[in-house]
């Protein structure tokens, strides 16, 4: 059991998604008995066991699809091994799947005073955070305690991303054409957010550039620029919080 906890405790590290088994209930003649558990990842890769044969596929089957139900957090599976699955054991077992989903990644573009707060708060809100700038002096690991730091040029980084639903992106580097750069390498990227630092004017200048460049309105609708809750914030504290706002708004509403 502690061997599955550990699994348990790396899986949720790595941020990768996995269904928790439980059995939480049983009746007569069954392989396990309530408080055994399975984990079961993506394609049906399983730790631990609930008891084998029917009874397990039939659990690894239910929690492949719950990894799959984007609405779906929780479910119950109740069942009689004998008259449903053809089990010789000839009791009940009622199982409880929980859904762990990957950890929200945040990828923050450039490594100012904005990126620094903002990667400092997100990370206390449960996001997992990397920042990619080039400069050394300003990627340091003492300016960034709780995020990975990737030195490369960020618009390099960018053109490598291949996206996904737990994905954000943050682009708040120290130069208006870098910002632009990773913006068009992002905007047909797949993500739950992409957003870029600026005024109102910044973003009617990189809009017309995108549409004259072919980006289409759906495309150019992704984009949040200015990015962040509008709650007139001014300083790069004050700036971080209205973003993390809308990060935690788009994660919450990604989850119901």
Known sequence: M??????????SAEGRPFVLATVVDSQGSTPQKPGAKLVVLEGGTIHGTVGGGAIEKQIIDA????LADPEAQTRFVETHLTHELGMCCGGKMRVFLEKHAAAARLLVFGAGHVSQALAKLAAEVGFDVEVVDERPEWAAPERFPRARLTRRPPEQLAREQQGGPDRYY????HDHPLDQACLEALIRTPSAYLGVIGSRRKAEKFRARLKAQGFTEAELERVRCPMGVAIHALTPGEIAVSI???LIAVRRRRER
């Open 2 to 11: 502690f061997e599955l906890y550990d699994t348990i405790a790396r899986l």
């Open 244 to 246: 993390v706002a809308e």
């Open 63 to 66: 929690a492949v699809a719950l």
């Open 170 to 173: 943050c682009i708040t580097t």
